[in-house]
Structures are given as structure tokens and as C-alpha cells.
């Protein structure tokens, strides 16, 4: 049988994982209720050990599934990010009301304001200034940690289901993240594909005014499978497939056994010059050809490790490294932690 980590013997699977500081702040509404939260971690299959690893990642899936322990255990689909519950049940009431809306812009004003009614913290709203429409989050009070991360969790929530109401993916103008908010970690840069701005008071996104008159496509049917996958799949869903770092991404795939090309060598597969390539990808918060190389095979490496049918020197091979542990050092590098320590607590605790 084919290796279920392959999508045949010389493509690995290479879906973005998702860092180890993003769970911090996903467990901090925890924290403040007073959870065990090794004891989430452990349900959802991750490592609470890797909490002690600042540069360590988790899966999409185990991401994923640790929203869902969150939101049973807190009985909050924002779990627990804000002074009061959002009810179990809110985002599904909405994306029903959501589905019969003519077009994106109807759908927005009507999604927000809904929210407005059940969020205490923070204001969101649909701004029109000129040619240029701004989703706003704005705090009610100075936030604290938990309350920032809820207003930057719920403007992603917002852009994601925007773009799937119209099945496609909005473009973005900018972004605005508060003076407080961390950088570079965050990751939005490269998530909405447009400039982030630091400064301010709120979180904003913004987009062609002429979208907000896009149909909404989707009915009562693909909303109900939709919703067994959401709200956690809007975090990863709508990356831009066509960026030029998603582009690398995928011709790297092919080749990461081998020795993998050079920059000059892709910008002749996509018809650039090394100099545009590296615009394009400083544009896209990229911060270089290596980075997406080292990204590209730690992310397979992470996926590999959850299949324990698959050696480490096997996972060496599979990702160009002729010695077992030249993959060791670098695995190191790239997330703090050994790739057999990683594979021990993963599998103890997926």
C-alpha cells in the first residue's frame, strides 16, 4: 500500500504548518478560565513539550483539532479569548442567515452586525472610503493579551468566510495590526498576502470597494459541508495558490529528493530574473529563496514524523540529506527540537 505521507514515491504532501506561538495565544482564553491545559493539548495530539520549543510547529490537523477541543471544552467558539462566551452554535447561525444574501456586501453588513450583539471587547464593522472598503476590529476598552489575539483571530475568521461566501479569494490592499501586536510571528504578511501596518488601535483589512458587489455563491447545501471543516480551516484555507512563494513551493516539491534548483534556475521555470524573484518575494513578506527551501522541508519533515511506518533515514533521503544526521542537525535548527525527541512525544501523544 502507498505511503499515506506521499502522494507518490518523489512528492511529499506539503501543507504549511502552523507555529508553536500561534498555539500559545490560542491557549491563552484557557489560561485565563483556568483549564488544564496540558491535558487539551494531549486530546488535540500535540506535545505539550513543545510549548518549551519556541521554534517547533504543529500540523494543520492537530491545529485544527485543538480549536475543536477548545471550543467543546470552553463551550466558546472563541475559546475564551473574550470576558464573555461567544455561544456554541453562533458561527453556524450565522453562515445560515449568510448563504441568503444577494452579494458580499450585504452578506458583511448583516455577519457583523450579528456579532456586534454577541462580543463585548471589540466593534466590528464594514467601512466604505472611496474606491477602498475597510473590515474594521475595533477594542471597546484597552485590551489585554487575550483580548488582542481575539480581535486578530476574528478579522481572519472574517476575511475567511468573506472569501468563501464568493468562492474566491479576496484581495487584499493592506492590513492594519495594532502598535502592540508581535511581529514578525504573526505570519499575516504571508497568510493575507498583502502589506501589514503596525500602528494604531484596531485591526483592519483592506479590499477593492468594487468586491463588496460579488454574488454570493454558496446555498444551505455547501454550507452544512462546509461547516464540519469550519471555522479552523478558514485560518489556511484561503492562502493565494498563485503568489510566487506558493509557485516555488510547488516546483520544490517535485524535487526535494534530489538536489534542489537554484534561484536562477526557478526564475527560468517562471520566466523572471533572480532580481524580480526576490521583489516579488520581499512583497510577499518572504524573507528569501532559502527560507522557502528550509520552510519547504521542514513542513514535509513534520508531516513524515507523525507516520511511524517511515524511518528517519528514509525521511533523510526523502528530503535530499545523504546522512540521517545531517537531517538531525538541521531538523534541530529549523525547530529547536530533535526529529526522534519530536516523533517520541508526537506519537505518545497523537
Known sequence: MQNPALTDATHPRARHTIAIAQVERILLGARQRGADVHALLER????????????????QAQYACLTHVLRRSLRDELWGLCSRPVP?????QAGRLLVGCRSLGEALELGLRQYRLQIDDFVPRLQLHGEMATVSVSPRHPPGPAQSYAQRVFSFLAYGLASWLVGRRIPLLAVDYPATAERPASEAAAVFQAPVRYGGTRTA????????ALPVVQDAQSLRAFLRQAPASLLIKYRDQSSVTERIRRLLRHQLAGELPSLADIGRQLDMTPQT???????????????IKDDLRRDVAIECLARPEMALPEIAGLLGFSEASTFHRAFKHWTGVAPGAYRQAR????
Open 277 to 291: 524573484l526576490r521583489r516579488r518575494l520581499r512583497d510577499e513578506g518572504q524573507p528569501g529563496f532559502q527560507a
Open 205 to 212: 483589512w483592506h479590499f477593492g470597494a468594487g468586491c463588496l
Open 44 to 59: 488535540a495530539g500535540i506535545a505539550p513539550a513543545l510549548l518549551g520549543a519556541p521554534l517547533s510547529r504543529v500540523t
Open 347 to 350: 506519537l505518545r501523544n497523537g
Open 88 to 92: 456554541v452554535g453562533s458561527f453556524a
